[in-house]
């Protein structure tokens, strides 16, 4: 089993940054993905950022390019979102996921297992 930990929501105002942290505990697989999704509210949970182990490459949602940038520590224990530049448009709820395989397509379903979220609100 794997289990999720996000931290690092909190309130900041439009302009400013936040860095969210995902610790991941339990096995490990060598080639996995871990990815960011977000929920705003009456909204469905859309992707954000993913980085698959086995090639380092990272993805990213149109609306963050060059504002949001996901990594992870050397261990790949720990997955980070650094997000500058914040918009009121992302505030939502931010939640980790990961899956013990190379992730193609970025969608919630390919994902087995997620975080508790962690809130971001974004005030004008």
């Known amino acids: 089993q794997v289990q999720l930990v996000e931290s690092g929501g909190g309130l900041v105002q439009a302009g400013g940054s936040l860095r969210l942290s995902c610790a991941r505990s339990g096995r490990t697989f060598r080639l996995h993905t871990m990815a960011w999704f977000r929920q705003a509210p009456g909204k469905d949970r859309d992707f954000v950022a993913a980085l698959t182990s086995n090639d380092g490459r990272t993805y990213y949602t149109d609306s963050v390019k060059g504002r949001f940038t996901i990594s992870t520590d050397n261990a790949g224990n720990t997955a980070y979102l650094e997000m500058r530049g914040l918009k009121p448009e992302d505030t939502a709820v931010y939640y980790c996921?990961?899956?013990?395989?190379?992730?193609?397509?970025?969608?919630?379903?390919?994902?087995?297992?997620w975080g508790q979220g962690t809130q971001v609100t974004v005030s004008s």
């Open positions: 996921a990961y899956d013990e395989s190379t992730v193609i397509n970025m969608a919630e379903r390919n994902f087995d297992y």
